[in-house]
Structures are given as structure tokens and as C-alpha cells.
């Protein structure tokens, strides 16, 4: 079993940036692959990043790429995803996952079902 707890959102006026975190229990939490999903009011859950276990392949959503940054520290159990160049459409709930799938296959690691893990969201808010 692993718990995530995401913290880091609020408001933000548009090119400002945040750091969102997320905290895993378990003693296995550098074997586990990692992403960020996001929600916005009215559409469905989308991927915006994810880190494959074990330090492997990062993979970032076109609507982000190169603005947004996900990162780990095993030692800590945290992920994290730095935002920069905030868009009033980056606003949204965003959620950090967890997957025991141990490949690094984007097809699979953009998909939510492979995550069988989820931290209860946190909000961003990005004002133009």
C-alpha cells in the first residue's frame, strides 16, 4: 500500500510558477513509477508528466513541455513537479499517482489505469 498526500497549490497570477510536492508512505518508493495528472472543471483527468521507477524515463505532456519539471528524492519519498510560465489553462485540481509498473513505455505510463495509487488533489489556480 502507498498513501500520497500532494500539498503546494494556490493562487498564482499568469508567468508566475509553484512547486507542487507529494508525500509517499512505504519503504518502496524509489521502485515505483510516479506521474502528475491534472483535472480542470468539466473535462476529464489528463496526464501531464510522469517518472518511471528506479530514476528512468521522464515523459511531459506537449501542453507542458518545457515548462513544467518532475523530479523525486527517494530519501525524503517525494515527488515533485515545478510549474513555471503558468497559463490560466494549467488551472485545475492536480493529482500525483503512483504505479508499480516497473517498464518505461509512455503509452503506458500516460495512462491512468496503469496508477493504482492516488493523493486526494491539490488546487492551482492560475489568474490571467
Known amino acids: 500500500q502507498v498513501q500520497l498526500v500532494e500539498s503546494g497549490g494556490g493562487l498564482v497570477q499568469a508567468g508566475g510558477s509553484l512547486r507542487l510536492s507529494c508525500a509517499a508512505s512505504?519503504?518502496?518508493?524509489?521502485?515505483?513509477?510516479m506521474g502528475w495528472f491534472r483535472q480542470a472543471p468539466g473535462k476529464e483527468r489528463e496526464f501531464v508528466t510522469s517518472?518511471?521507477?528506479?530514476?528512468?524515463?521522464?515523459y511531459v505532456a506537449d501542453s507542458v513541455k518545457g515548462r513544467f519539471t518532475i523530479s523525486r528524492d527517494n530519501a525524503k519519498n517525494t515527488m515533485y513537479l515545478q510549474m513555471t510560465s503558468l497559463e490560466p489553462e494549467d488551472t485545475a485540481v492536480y493529482y500525483c499517482a503512483a504505479s508499480g509498473y516497473s517498464g518505461t513505455d509512455y503509452d503506458v505510463l500516460s495512462r491512468r489505469r496503469v496508477y493504482a495509487y492516488w493523493g486526494q488533489g491539490t488546487q492551482v489556480t492560475v489568474s490571467s
Open positions: 512505504g519503504r518502496t518508493f524509489s521502485s515505483y513509477a
Open positions: 517518472l518511471a521507477g528506479r530514476g528512468g524515463s521522464t
